[in-house]
């Protein structure tokens, strides 16, 4: 069965830092590319970047390119999402999902897999 559970969202001031996890069970990061979204109030879902099972590839959304980070830890089977000079706009729920695509997407009709999210807020 796979599932996906996120932590580490909260409160930051802008400027701040926040690192996501998100543990994955009933699946393998060699065989299931991630992918991080994000949904803030009243906006539609958009994809904030996504790793590769195949090659480690990494992409990222222009919005959060040289602030935002994602890397695996394949022994402990979990994706992190490392957030820096964090913005209000930033603000929103996120979300990890997976699926069995070699190479990773920022579209998330190509995932079938979804956590249930972590809040994040940058606010002072």
């Known amino acids: 069965q796979v599932q996906l559970v996120e932590s580490g969202g909260g409160l930051v001031q802008p400027g701040g830092s926040l690192r996501l996890s998100c543990a994955a069970s009933g699946f393998t990061l060699d065989d299931y590319s991630i992918g991080w979204f994000r949904q803030a109030p009243g906006k539609e879902r958009e994809g904030v970047s996504s790793i590769s099972s195949s090659d480690g590839r990494t992409y990222y959304a222009d919005s959060v390119k040289g602030r935002f980070t994602i890397s695996k830890d394949n022994a402990k089977n979990t994706v992190y999402l490392r957030m820096n000079s964090l913005r209000p706009e930033d603000t929103a729920v996120y979300y990890c999902?997976?699926?069995?695509?070699?190479?990773?997407?920022?579209?998330?009709?190509?995932?079938?897999?979804w956590g249930q999210g972590t809040q994040v807020t940058v606010s002072s």
């Open positions: 999902a997976a699926d069995d695509w070699p190479i990773a997407t920022l579209s998330e009709e190509k995932y079938g897999y």
